[in-house]
């Protein structure tokens, strides 16, 4: 069973810049494409960027340009680059497979605001 753990989030504020990480335990994790998602209160959870296995990377229209997805599978971890922050990217973050297959880690807090 694949554990995912998100840290990197915290409070910005517009036009601001965070990297957050997932690292996932189980040595499988190279094998999937790997996705962050996002949740604003009151919203659906929905997926702003994926990266393959080997590198291919997808990016929702309201972030691309401004957020970029990478991963290490030696150190089973894949990030997410967010710069030029704005107030409607405050949600809570996930990071999981895509689609996604393992349980939902707590999440982290991105909160951009004067």
């Known amino acids: 069973q694949v554990q995912l753990v998100e840290s990197g989030g915290g409070l910005v504020q517009p036009g601001g810049s965070l990297r957050l990480s997932c690292a996932a335990s189980g040595s499988i994790f190279s094998i999937y494409a790997m996705g962050w998602y996002r949740q604003a209160p009151g919203t659906e959870r929905e997926l702003v960027a994926s990266?393959?296995?080997?590198?291919?990377?997808y990016y929702a229209d309201s972030v691309k340009g401004r957020f970029t997805i990478s991963r290490d599978n030696a150190k089973n971890t894949v990030y997410l680059q967010m710069n030029s922050l704005k107030p409607e990217d405050t949600a809570v973050y996930y990071c999981?497979?895509?689609?996604?297959?393992?349980?939902w880690g707590q999440g982290t807090q991105v909160t951009v605001s004067l």
């Open positions: 990266i393959t296995s080997g590198g291919r990377t």
């Open positions: 999981n497979a895509r689609p996604r297959v393992f349980s």
